[in-house]
């Protein structure tokens, strides 16, 4: 069963990417709405780091596993997210981090599209089926923390890759198996350390945890900024509070 929902729960949350790439196929998105729904996502995903994931470690492994897990997650996000960038900047100019890559890689093919997408969304993944594991309930406020923050994420890349001349079926099967990868990868996940004990699962989770923590800051509140400037901190905290009532509520 837990397999089950994990699937099911990542499938949902990861899956908003394709939402995301089908409002962009069919309309003309602004560029400050795009912005707006990223800056309400990284709300939302920093009131689920924070009431959800880190106290759930906390609570299976202690304060240790935590921070051990967390700060090597948000390193090697990081690292990961520099990798890239020098590996972009060879073929332009613009290497500020991942996600303002992404769509401008189209036209050499998405190969640093990809790569950076998954860089974000195995930790994703990840985090969802050991919510499952550590829990054994659906992890709501993860799915829907997580979805909000792949629909901008989904958006704005397929703007971009549209612009690059790339047929809505080739953008659709790429992020369908971005998905369809990531959900693999939360079950393998669950498969593997569904027996672990609780401090491990606790580092594995606070590992994917700081990850994503170094995600929204590099990436998506940035990209939001840079679009909504001041309305931008409004936004976000809106989404805090609605993540925050949904986990008082749940």
């Given at each position: 069963?837990?397999?089950v929902t994990t699937a099911v729960a990542a499938a949902l949350g990861i899956?908003?990417?394709l939402i995301g790439a089908g409002i962009a196929i069919r309309w003309d998105v602004p560029r400050r709405g795009v912005a707006g729904i990223m800056a309400f996502g990284a709300g939302v995903m920093v009131a689920t780091l924070a009431l959800e994931l880190v106290v759930e470690a906390r609570d299976a492994g202690g304060v240790m596993p935590v921070v051990v897990g967390f700060a090597g997650g948000a390193?090697?996000?990081v690292a990961g997210d520099r990798l890239v960038a020098r590996q972009s900047a060879r073929h332009r100019s613009d290497s500020r981090n991942i996600s303002a890559r992404r769509g401008g890689d189209a036209e050499e093919g998405?190969?640093?599209f990809a790569v950076g997408a998954l860089l974000d969304g195995i930790p994703?993944?990840?985090v969802i089926g050991l919510s499952v594991a550590l829990s054994g309930q659906f992890p709501l406020a993860v799915v829907a923390a997580i979805g909000l923050s792949n629909i901008p994420e989904g958006l704005g890349g397929s703007v971009a890759m549209k612009r690059?001349?790339?047929s809505a079926r080739s953008i659709l099967g790429l992020w369908a198996g971005i998905?369809?990868?990531t959900v693999v990868a939360a079950v393998l996940g669950v498969v593997f350390l569904a027996d672990a004990p609780q401090a491990v699962l606790a580092v594995v989770v606070s590992i994917a945890a700081g990850a994503l923590l170094a995600m929204v800051c590099n990436a998506m509140i940035p990209e939001a900024f840079e679009d909504d400037h001041w309305a931008t901190g409004?936004?976000?905290t809106a989404g805090f509070l609605v993540a925050f009532v949904m986990n008082e509520l749940t």
């Open positions: 069963m837990d397999l899956g908003t990417l390193i090697l996000y998405g190969g640093a994703e993944a990840i690059g001349g790339k998905t369809a990868t409004l936004i976000a």
